[in-house]
Structure formats: C-alpha cells, structure tokens
C-alpha cells in the first residue's frame, strides 16, 4: 500500500502509462498542461511539484488559456498519431469551462485529450465556493457537467476510491481507436487532497496496446464484389489513413488497382501532391480534378473518413454511386448506406486489396483523372504566382510558405478562408505536413495548436498560418511558445476582418454585417497586430512585397526565435473555386433585393442534393 493524496496518485499513475503499437512503445501522456487555481494548485499542483521534486518524469507547462492547452494537447495527439497525449489540468469554474471548446474540437477530430478540471467540493462544507455554480434544483450540478457531451469517457472523482477504475477507464478510451476523443475527470478540490492507501499496482508500469482490428471476411468479399465492378472508382482519404499509418497501404492498393485518390483536410498528404493518382482535395475546398472525377464514380472507396458536409458538398458532390467504407468505427463505416468495412485502415487496404487481386481500372479512366489533374496544376501554379515586387495575395502567400517549407515542414491552420485554400493549393510531400483543423474549425487553434505540433515533432520547422480574426482569438499562447522555448513560424495573414464569413455573408444576402474590423463610422480601425505580437514576446517581420515575404519566411526559417511573419492582404481577392456548393440555408423569406436573390440561388443549389439509401 502506498498511501497519497488522489492528486499524488493521480501523478504517479499518468507517469507509467505507456502506449504501444507495432512494436513501438511511447510514453501516453508524457506532460501535463495546465493553469492553477483554488482548485488544483493544493492537489494536483502540490503533486506535481512532488512529483519533480521526486525526479518523476511528467514535466508540467504552463499555458495562458485553457482552451488553447486543448488544442496543444490535441495537435500533439493529431501529430503522434493518437499514441501519445498530454494531460491538462484547471482550475475550478472558469477554467475548468474554458476547456468545452477545445474538448470539443478534440472529440469531433477523434482525438484524444485528458482533461482534468478541479471541481467544487464532493464533501461541500461551506457550499458556495468561489465559482460554484450554485444550481438551486440540485447540488449535484456543476459547470464540469458542461464538458459531459463533449467528452468521451466523463467521470467525477467524488471519493478516492474510485480513482483507479476510473483511470483505466480513461486510459482505455484514450487508446482506443474507435472511441477516442476527449477524456475528462473532474476532481472535487477536496478529494484532490485527500489521502488514501492505494495498492502498489496501482502505480506499475502499463502498456495499452493499440490494435489494428482486422476486418470481417465476409465484408471485405462483398465489398470487393463491388470494387471490382467499378468502371470509375474514387478512393476518399481521410484522416484515418494517416492516423493508421497506411499510406504506404493506400499507395499499394490505388497503383495496383489504378485508382485515383481525393483527399479531405485531414487525410491531405495521404498520398504526395506529385504521384500522378493524386487528385488533391475534394468537396467544398476541393480541386476541380477531385471533384469532378468524385462526381462521376461509380464507387466511392471512402477510407478513414467521417464524410462531413465539407466533403460530400452537403450531399451533393456523388452522384448514382456505390460506397465501400474502410473505417474503425462501425458508425463512420455505415455512412451513406456503405458496405461496411469495420477495421483498421492498413488492414482493412489490405485485405480489399488481395480480395481484388487481378482488377485494374479502364487505362482510359486513368488517363482522364490524370489529364483533369494537370489542368488543375496549372490553375494553382497561376493563382499561387506573384511578381516579386507585388503586394501578396493569400494565394501567393500561401505558395510562398509552402516553397519556404521543408519535405517534413508542417503547416498549420484552423480557421477562416485560408483552410480553404490550403486545401486547394498546399503541394504536401509527407502525411504528417499537412495540419489543417477542420472538424471543428476553431478560431483560435493555430498557434496553440503549433506548439502541439512542434513538442511532437521538435526535428520539424512549424509555420502556422493564422488570420487576424483567428489571431485575436487566442494570441496569448504566443507566449506559451516564448516562454517554452519552443520555436515557431506564424505567418500572420491580415485582411481587417472575416474574409471568408464577409464573402458568405454576402452570398446568402446578409451584406457582410459585421464582418470587417472598423469602427461605428466605417474606418479602418488604429489596431496594429504586429506591435502585439512584439510585445508578447515575438520576433516579428512586416512586409509589403512578395520578395520581402520570401525573405522573412526565411529569415523566420533560420532564427530559433518564435517569428511572426506581418502580412496585409486584400480580403476581396479570392483563391481558385473548385466549383463544390455548401449549404448554408438562406433566407425564406426577405425584404431585401440581396436575399432574395440569393434565395433563388439557394434552392437551385440545394437541387442537387442526394440521398444515398442503396440497400
Ligand atoms: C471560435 C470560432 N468562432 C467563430 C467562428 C466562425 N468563423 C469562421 S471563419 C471566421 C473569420 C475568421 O477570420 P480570420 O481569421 O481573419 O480569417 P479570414 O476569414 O479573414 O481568412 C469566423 C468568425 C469559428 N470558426 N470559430
Ligand atoms: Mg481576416
């Protein structure tokens, strides 16, 4: 028996968790994140200092925001791919609410978080503590509760003797492929300190394997009966392909089989921009290669994918098509009426592989994909081209950082009109460079999310792209990263406001209300963003020219100072359309010319919309 406090077991447990796949072993959560208040700094702050004071490995960082520590946390996990995560730790009430956005974010990109908010006392003695909510019909509510449908496994510790199921518990969600997400126990900041007699185990050194569950073989025949049927087959890649390592699979499979490959945000870099089965991005923020060739399949080979609105253009992209779904849950699997082929990405390539063994695709087909995708090439090379003397373009910034980018260089983006573009004009060469959250799309996520991706992957340069209106949000972490000593590029796109929300406003008839940082008399407003990232602790670099962006991003590339790279751009200039439509309903009814013009517009849209019920 080892008698601690919870927080003190709380430490010692998390310090000898270990994750393993294919052999590889790391450490599950290697750091804790976190903000102290009343309610952690006597539990799980003592504990820590303990913990380091004892030479125990789990080294604490402090962030600015809570929210911003969950987006660290998640791009760790995003970057490890979901082998490893970091712990977060709040405070009671404000901090402990301030994680739903990012907990959320992390559940919705299937990412693993632990969180691990204070709460109000279990033993409630002087009821109310400072930030309790006080909830007259219960005092068994409490702003933790708020983080319940947002987490995957959700637990409150109110006695000591339930933290090791609980642990497990937690540990087994977080390493489990088809539940993972965010992970929360609240921690009464009286439990916290409590003393208990743990068993020994309890603090013995675990590993939580990570299977790769081979799919049925039933399921894989009939969905072979209908690949190989295909005349014009599309693989979608999402994000599941990289989290399971099979692009290598992916590769085989489409090269032995001749079939063209799309990309989502989070499977882009599944395969390189340069192999010549690449069609790039698809739906929305898609390619006209990928979306035309989606357009007309026959079979859509959706691996690793949630198939959100962005990919399918809200129902609208596939037309009269089967689709065979490769994924690890059995809900993602059965979307749009799939053959469900439940397992992991690798295993699952694998198995339909030898399943189609001798099929290949008409030459012809190929040769059409192919001959849309370098029509395509040459859009970007125009779109991304601008003189040296020219004020950048986000298009032209956006090529800009990807020339400066190494091979393993990761790029990193949320929010606004530039994931858009990224999509469509970012050439990845490798699966991890390519970090655009778009599950949740957070504002606010790009430089958190940086030094989630820089702790993981410390050997590759980070740039992260973010908008002024993303900036505001959360510029605070910039000195998490100072003061962390952890380097980053972040190339600041000004445009004075919402580019992207301005140019959808004023297609669904709202007139850009609001979009456009200006004061009550239309004028730019005296706000210089540069100056603030100085003053938070950045090198910062302005520039007006091409030639000088290039310099700086170079510059920013070699100093091992955390960069902010000042860019003004025009928010009416738009990148390339991959001719996607997205719904976002308009107005019934309107007084206004606008809105009803972009009514019309809307039901002409929504038309095409399908619903895919094949039996
Ligand atoms: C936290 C959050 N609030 C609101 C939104 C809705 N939203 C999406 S993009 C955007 C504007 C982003 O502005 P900026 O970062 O400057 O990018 P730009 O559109 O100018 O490219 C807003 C408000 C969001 N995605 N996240
Ligand atoms: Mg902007």
Same mark, same amino acid.
């Given at each position: ?6 927080? %003190? ?9 270990? /994750? ?12 804790? *994140? ?25 080294? #604490? ?5 809570? %929210? ?73 509510? /409490? ?65 939580? !394997? ?67 089965? /690449? ?43 089967? *689709? ?40 012809? #087909? ?18 991304? !081209? ?48 390519? !970090?655009?959250?778009? &599950? #949740? ?75 456009? #940082? ?77 809105? %009803? ?7 002409? &849209? ?5 619903? !895919?019920?094949?039996?």
């Amino acid at each position: 028996m080892r008698r601690l406090t919870v927080a %003190q077991a709380l430490v010692a447990f998390l310090a000898q968790q270990w /994750s393993e796949r294919d052999g590889q072993r790391r450490r599950l959560i290697p750091a804790c *994140f976190g903000i102290f208040g009343h309610g952690n700094v006597a539990g799980l702050g003592e504990a820590l200092a303990g913990a380091a004071a004892a030479g125990v490995d789990l080294p #604490y960082r402090l962030c600015r925001n809570e %929210q911003g520590m969950v987006h660290t946390a998640s791009a760790y996990a995003r970057m490890t791919d979901r082998l490893s995560t970091l712990a977060c730790t709040t405070s009671i009430g404000p901090g402990a609410t301030n994680l739903v956005t990012g907990a959320a974010g992390a559940t919705i990109n299937r990412l693993p978080v632990l969180l691990l908010p204070g709460d109000i006392f279990a033993t409630r003695p002087a009821n109310p503590v400072l930030q309790e909510l006080e909830d007259s019909r219960s005092y068994d509510v /409490s702003v933790t509760d708020a983080l319940r449908p947002v987490s995957r496994y959700w637990d409150r510790i109110n006695r000591p003797e339930q933290l090791p199921a609980a642990l497990l518990a937690a540990m087994r969600v977080l390493t489990d492929p088809v539940e993972t997400g965010a992970v929360t126990l609240a921690l009464p900041q009286d439990v916290q300190a409590e003393a208990y007699d743990w068993p020994e185990e309890l603090f013995a050194e675990r590993t939580w !394997h990570v299977p790769r569950p081979r799919p049925d073989d039933g399921a894989v025949q009939r969905a072979a009966r209908i690949v190989t049927a295909a005349r014009r087959p599309v693989v979608v890649a999402g994000g599941g392909v990289i989290y399971s390592g099979a692009t290598e699979a992916l590769r085989g499979f489409v090269e032995r089989h001749g079939v063209p490959v799309v990309e989502t945000q989070a499977g882009k870099g599944a395969l390189p921009h340069d192999h010549p089965l /690449s069609l790039g991005a698809v739906g929305v923020t898609g390619t006209a290669a990928a979306n035309e060739v989606a357009a007309h399949a026959d079979v859509v080979i959706g691996v690793g994918t949630r198939y959100s609105d962005f990919t399918t253009a809200s129902g609208t992209l596939f037309g009269d098509a089967r *689709f065979v779904n490769l994924n690890i849950t059995g809900f993602d699997a059965a979307k749009l009426s799939g053959v469900q082929v439940v397992g992991d990405a690798r295993e699952s390539l694998a198995a339909l592989g030898a399943a189609c063994d001798g099929w290949a695709s008409e030459p012809a #087909y190929r040769a059409g994909a192919a001959d849309l995708r370098d029509r395509w090439t040459a859009v970007v090379d125009r779109a991304r !081209h601008a003189d040296p003397g020219a004020r950048p373009t986000q298009a032209a910034v956006i090529g800009a950082v990807n020339d400066a980018a190494g091979p393993r260089d990761v790029v990193v983006c949320a929010a606004g009109s530039m994931p858009g573009d990224l999509h469509k004009l970012w050439r990845s060469t490798d699966p991890k460079a390519y !970090h655009v959250e778009y &599950g #949740y799309s957070c504002m606010g996520y790009e430089i958190a999310g940086g030094i989630g991706v820089r702790l993981a992957a410390p050997d590759r340069e980070v740039f992260v792209l973010v908008g002024d209106g993303s900036y505001l949000m959360l510029p605070s972490e910039l000195v998490t990263a100072v003061a962390e000593g952890v380097k980053l590029v972040v190339v600041l796109v000004d445009n004075q406001g919402f580019a992207s929300i301005g140019r959808l406003s004023e297609s669904v008839g709202a007139q850009r209300l609001g979009t456009a #940082y200006q004061d009550r008399e239309g004028a730019p407003l005296p706000v210089d963003l540069g100056a603030n990232a100085a003053s938070l602790g950045a090198e910062v670099l302005r520039v007006t020219t091409m030639a000088e962006l290039r310099a700086a991003l170079d510059a920013a590339k070699a100093s091992d100072r955390t960069t902010v790279v000042h860019v003004k751009t025009d928010p009416r200039e738009a990148g390339p359309d991959g001719g996607a439509w997205w719904d976002v309903p308009v107005a019934e009814v309107s007084t206004t010319a606008e809105a %009803q013009a972009a009514r019309s517009g809307y039901e002409t &849209g929504r038309k095409a919309r399908r619903t !895919h019920l094949h039996p």
